[in-house]
């Protein structure tokens, strides 16, 4: 028998590439399906047909898309995710498991590329209904050891992690920012420091705890 919650409880994993979170999200889904509760996971963008033709297109090595452009697809992709799948599953009570979402927007297009961060927390409140994540977890990861690894699981690097260092340095330090000015939201968990089931037990005991205070 499904486990219930009073109120729907919304996950986020964010961090830089090659930090681990399609892991971490797989593993915690399944630790939280394992003690009965009910858990949608997603990924951002993709997820839905519609996201999935717009993740086809931002992350396929040689294509062409201007820096404003990206953004727009990226809030494209997650209008249709928040309409489609994480307000109804927050509707029904269910455990959304997000990998990646606005705080990706505002590291990577805005620190990253320099588009306007105020644009982005402005589209990011349009596109999400105002819906912002309840935990997100932080997974610091050394910049160049990161994108090292995405190339050694996949063979290749996709068209964002083809950018320079000098990028990547951008968006970890955007990421910094944003969890010195959200510490309620944001749980920082060095992955340099702590192996892959280190930093599960650490995030799976943050959100027993939050399950615990919401039931």
């Known amino acids: 028998?499904?486990?219930?919650?009073?109120?729907?409880?919304?996950?986020?994993?964010?961090?830089?590439?090659?930090?681990?979170?399609?892991?971490?999200?797989?593993?915690?889904?399944?630790?939280?399906?394992k003690k009965g509760y009910k858990v949608l996971h997603i990924w951002d963008p993709g997820s839905t047909q519609t996201g999935e033709a717009i993740r086809n297109i931002l992350?396929?090595?040689?294509?062409?898309?201007?820096?404003?452009?990206?953004t727009m697809l990226y809030m494209a992709a997650r209008a249709q995710l928040v309409d489609e799948l994480i307000l109804p599953a927050l509707k029904k009570e269910k455990i959304v498991i997000c990998d990646r979402f606005v705080?990706?927007?505002?590291?990577y297009q805005g620190h990253g590329l320099g588009i306007d961060i105020k644009?982005?927390?402005?589209?990011?409140?349009?596109?999400?209904?105002?819906?912002?994540?309840?935990?997100?977890?932080?997974?610091?990861?050394?910049?160049?050891?990161?994108l090292s690894r995405c190339e050694t699981v996949k063979g290749y690097k996709d068209r964002i992690e083809q950018r320079s260092y000098n990028f990547h340095s951008r968006v970890r330090n955007g990421y910094l920012k944003l969890a010195k000015k959200f510490p309620r939201r944001f749980k920082k968990i060095s992955?340099?420091?702590?192996?892959?089931?280190?930093?599960?037990?650490?995030?799976?005991?943050?959100?027993l705890s939050e399950l615990k205070r919401i039931k």
């Open 103 to 107: 705080d990706a927007t505002v590291c």
């Open 59 to 70: 992350l396929t090595p040689g294509k062409r898309v201007s820096a404003l452009s990206e």
């Open 119 to 146: 644009t982005i927390n402005k589209l990011n409140k349009i596109v999400t209904k105002k819906r912002m994540p309840d935990i997100t977890f932080f997974l610091d990861a050394n910049v160049k050891r990161g």
């Open 1 to 33: 028998m499904a486990k219930s919650i009073k109120k729907g409880l919304f996950i986020t994993l964010e961090g830089t590439e090659g930090s681990g979170k399609t892991t971490q999200s797989k593993m915690l889904t399944a630790f939280l399906k």
């Open 191 to 207: 992955i340099e420091k702590n192996d892959k089931n280190a930093t599960q037990a650490v995030i799976q005991e943050k959100v």
